[in-house]
C-alpha cells in the first residue's frame, strides 16, 4: 500500500450537513491571507464561511477573518481532508514543553479517541507519552482491522517513562541530564539524556514532534 499525498494549501469543502456552509482548513499561516481572499470569494456567492486549523491558531491571523467568516468549532477527521489515508487516536500533549503550539491548540491533556479509525498515517503529537494501555489499544486497532501502519509521523520518546518529551522538553525537569541549559537557536540540536535530539531548524522557535 502507498501512502496517499497530503493536499497542500488551503483544502475547502461544502457542508454536507449544510450546504450554504463552506468550510475552509489551514494548516500553516502563510496561506491565511489566500484562505481570506478565498473566504470573501465564497461569502460573494452566499456562503456561510468557517475557518479553521492550525494555521489560523494565533489571535492576529484570527482578527484577520473577523466579519468574513466565523472561527473554530470542531468538525471531526478533518485530517482526511488533507490525506485521506491519515488519522489521529489521541490529540494534544501533556508534556508541555515551553515552545511548543500543541498543548495551547490542541490540549493541556491527552484527549484519547477510544473509537478512531485507524489509516495507515497516525499523525498523534506524542504517542510514547500516551498512556501505556492506550498506546495498547492503538495497536490492537491496527492488528484486529489489518491495516498497516505506513508512518507514525508524531513525536517519540525513546525512554517514555523518564523523558518523556521527544526533543528534551525543560532538561531541568523532565529530562534529567538534558543538556540544553538556554534558549535554542537555529541549528542547535538539543539533546536530552535518553539519546533523543531535535535540531532548532525555525530561529528561536523550535519544532514540534
Ligand atoms: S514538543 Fe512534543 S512533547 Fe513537547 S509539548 Fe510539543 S508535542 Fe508535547
Not at 15 to 37: G, H, I, K, Q, R
Not at 51 to 78: S, Y
Request: overall charge positive; glycine content about 12%; hydrophobic content about 30%.
Amino acid at each position: 500500500m502507498k501512502k496517499a499525498r497530503w493536499r497542500k494549501g488551503i483544502v475547502e469543502w461544502e457542508d454536507l450537513d449544510d450546504p450554504e456552509v463552506m468550510n475552509l482548513s489551514v494548516v500553516f499561516s502563510w496561506d491565511a491571507p489566500a484562505a481570506y481572499s478565498r473566504a470573501v470569494w465564497w461569502r460573494e456567492f452566499g456562503y456561510r464561511v468557517r475557518v479553521g486549523g492550525p494555521g489560523v491558531f494565533t489571535p492576529k491571523v484570527r482578527r484577520m477573518f473577523d466579519g468574513v467568516a466565523e472561527l473554530g468549532g470542531e468538525i471531526p477527521d478533518t485530517v482526511t481532508r488533507h490525506n485521506g489515508n491519515a488519522t489521529f487516536a489521541s490529540r494534544g500533549c501533556d508534556v508541555g514543553c515551553w515552545f511548543c503550539v500543541v498543548p495551547a491548540m490542541e490540549g493541556r491533556t491527552f484527549t484519547l479517541i477510544e473509537d478512531f479509525t485507524p489509516r495507515p498515517i497516525l499523525c498523534d503529537n506524542n504517542l510514547s507519552a500516551l498512556p501505556e494501555d492506550f498506546q495498547d489499544h492503538i495497536v490492537k486497532r491496527y492488528q484486529q482491522t489489518g491495516t498497516p501502519l505506513l508512518d507514525a509521523n508524531s513525536g517519540l520518546s525513546q525512554r517514555p517513562s523518564t523523558a518523556r518529551c521527544c526533543a528534551g522538553g525543560r532538561p531541568s525537569t523532565e529530562v534529567p541530564g538534558g543538556s540544553l541549559t538556554t534558549k535554542p537557536r537555529k541549528g542547535r540540536t538539543w539533546s536530552g539524556s535518553a539519546g533523543c535530539s531535535r535540531t532548532i531548524d525555525r530561529g528561536g522557535s523550535g519544532s514540534t514532534c
